[in-house]
């Protein structure tokens, strides 16, 4: 492992994961594999510019040609898989890109470690591929699949894909499964971050339905730590959920966020519910834990370091809440 093509990191987790690899590995090159979407963005890898380690190519996925041409030109041997379309709420309305992206585009790269002869792909995937799940239950990697947004139905089907080519052609594969992230870089459809940049400035905080469903939010650099972990230890075949086993309602998270900007509670605002939206998501992460990992920050750790960077960082997020996000945000929340 040493010239790795990491999809989709000019987006959230993948930037934070180049800045960790970069930081972590001197002798690897990292090319970073983007089409640059929405939330695809260059400014994510502004520290990385002017390193010799770091490349950057603009290309779609699902664009065979390009993707070949990147893997030979850069000799690489390892894929690291993050590009997705990533939003549930989007992919509630506009299906079919999913599929495109999550799947085919899954595929394509698939294909081409295959007939590239790689030799290692890893793949991202997400804890909502094991459906809503019932307190107190947990998941465990061997669980069956019972995904329910067409997001999560798209990632289930990719990790499918990453197993059939582990199985039919021997693909040295791993995959981790991820608990909802949240840190800098964070675009700012996902509640999170929505709820931080309105509550600084004074806008209503949008709670769907309740606010009684669960997450486990973890910070973005514990879920690096532990793909880098899986990448370089983890068990060939073999799929690793990480998470902090620890879940949160919505609406303790919003008044923590409140209460971490000291913003009065009134800002909290309970709009129509998404369809179909899952009550409790929550991982068993003793299997990745048994590899070395240790998630080192609590939720409140993890929530006061990512309120403080969008306090700190309003160079990165103001641009995109007054422009293209602002047609997103009056589709999905005028009717509600
Ligand atoms: P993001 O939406 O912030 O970034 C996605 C990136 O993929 C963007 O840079 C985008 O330009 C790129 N991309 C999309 N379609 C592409 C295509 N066809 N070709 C090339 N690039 C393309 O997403 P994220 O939150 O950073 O998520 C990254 C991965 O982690 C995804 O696979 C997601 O399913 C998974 N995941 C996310 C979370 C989370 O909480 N955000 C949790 C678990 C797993
Ligand atoms: P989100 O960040 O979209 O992640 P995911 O749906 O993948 O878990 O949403 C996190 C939780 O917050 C989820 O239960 C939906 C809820 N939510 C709101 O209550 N209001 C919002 O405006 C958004 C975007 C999400």
């Known amino acids: 492992m040493k010239n790795l093509l990491i999809t989709g990191a000019a987006g959230f987790i993948g930037s934070n994961f180049v800045h960790h690899m970069l930081a972590k590995y001197p002798g690897y090159k990292l090319v970073v594999f983007d089409k640059l979407t929405y939330a ?24 065979r040609a390009a993707v070949d041409g990147a893997i030979r030109e850069h000799a690489i041997d390892t894929i690291v898989h993050f590009a997705a379309e990533s939003h549930v709420d989007q992919s509630i309305h506009s299906p079919l890109v999913f599929t495109e992206a999550n799947v085919t585009g899954t595929q394509v790269l698939l294909e081409a470690a295959r007939q590239n002869k790689l030799e290692r792909f890893h793949h991202i995937s997400t804890d909502e591929v094991y459906g809503a799940i019932p307190a107190p239950n947990r998941s465990k990697e061997g669980d069956a699949f019972e995904p329910r947004s067409p997001y999560s139905a798209s990632k289930a089907a990719a990790e499918h894909l990453v197993y059939a080519y582990h199985i039919t052609y021997g693909l040295a594969t791993t995959i981790t499964r991820g608990s909802n ?8 459809e996902k509640a999170v971050p929505l709820f931080t940049t309105n509550a600084i400035d004074d806008l209503p905080l949008p709670i769907y339905g309740d606010g009684k469903q669960m997450r486990d939010y973890q910070y973005v650099g514990d879920h690096c730590e532990g793909i880098d972990l899986v990448l370089h230890k983890g068990v060939l075949g ?50 990745l834990k048994a590899l070395g990992w240790v998630p080192r920050h609590t939720f409140d750790q993890a929530l006061e370091a990512t309120v403080k960077w969008f306090v700190e960082n309003e160079w990165w997020w103001r641009p995109i809440k007054s422009g293209e996000f602002k047609a997103w945000y009056d589709k999905n929340y005028a009717a509600r």
């Open 238 to 287: 073999e799929a690793y959920n990480v998470g902090t086993g620890v879940e949160t309602y919505n609406i303790d998270m919003a008044h923590k966020i409140l209460a971490i900007l000291g913003k009065p509670t009134s800002l909290i605002t309970h709009v129509a519910d998404r369809v179909g939206h899952d009550r409790r998501y929550a991982l068993d992460v003793s299997k």
């Open 181 to 188: 992230n949240i840190g800098p870089f964070h675009y700012p």
């Open 40 to 63: 695809g963005r260059l400014e994510n890898l502004k520290a990385a510019e002017g390193n010799p380690q770091f490349a950057f190519v603009r290309g779609d996925i699902c664009d």
